[in-house]
């Protein structure tokens, strides 16, 4: 069974960088079937995606968002990592890692608890 | 536009039978995927390349459609089956994501 699980600081200072790792288990981040994305959700709000990372380490991003944000991945770890710089309070909100099927169609079919990533002073 | 368009809300009665959609011109490319999200909770998949159930998901859940719309049905709702329901797939280009703004479900 395949699982995801994020883990990083619930909080961060305005202007900072959030930094977040997604664990994964029961899967391979290097796997050329699937990509890893991260999504986020703000209070109350729809889901957001943000970007994922594919076999080989390429990245894509939403545009809205490409000039703060950085997906790495650690394949030796299996984990891969969001980095979004320059944070305002507008980038409070859960945050998701999730896999995406990328064979035959493209589809999330698991994804990790969430994480609240609140920024404040 | 590679933008995915939901109604906000829709409501049904309890055993009764409902149809939430999802609009955009990129479904015209790519299938859409539905996920159910309960308050608290990560969503889940119920609904993937348009028609297809994944295993353990309920057969009152059904996807269809056709052209720039797809659909969501649930055929005698239950009231656990109140949530969130959003659309997803990939963009015009292929190699972004985008989802719809979500369709609250309310079961009376």
């Known amino acids: 069974q395949v699982q995801l699980q994020e883990s990083g600081p619930g909080l961060v200072k305005p202007s900072q960088t959030l930094s977040l790792t997604c664990s994964v288990s029961g899967g391979s981040i290097s796997s050329g079937t699937h990509s890893w994305s991260w999504i986020r959700q703000h209070p109350g709000k729809g889901l957001e995606w943000i970007g994922y990372i594919y076999y080989g380490g390429t990245t894509y991003y939403n545009p809205s968002l490409r000039s703060r944000v950085i997906i790495s991945g650690d394949t030796s770890k299996n984990q891969f990592f969001l980095k979004l710089s320059s944070v305002t309070a507008a980038d409070t909100a859960v945050y998701y890692c999730?896999?995406?099927?990328?064979?035959?169609?493209?589809?999330?079919?698991?994804w990790g608890q969430g994480t609240l990533v609140t920024v404040s002073s | 536009s590679s933008e995915l368009t939901q109604d906000p809300a829709v409501s049904v009665a309890l055993g009764q039978t409902v149809r939430i959609t999802c609009q955009g011109d990129?479904?015209?490319?790519?299938?859409a995927n539905w996920y159910q999200q309960k308050p608290g909770q990560a969503p889940i998949l119920v609904i993937y390349?348009?028609?297809k159930r994944p295993s353990g998901i309920p057969d009152r859940f059904s996807g269809s459609g056709s052209g720039n719309t797809a659909s969501l049905t649930i055929t005698g709702a239950q009231a656990e089956d109140e949530a969130d329901y959003y659309c997803n797939s990939r963009d015009t280009s292929g190699d972004h994501l985008v989802f719809g703004g979500g369709t609250k479900l309310t079961v009376l």
């Open positions: 390349g348009r028609t």
């Open positions: 990129t479904l015209r490319s790519y299938y």
């Open positions: 999730a896999r995406e099927n990328t064979i035959g169609w493209y589809y999330f079919d698991y």
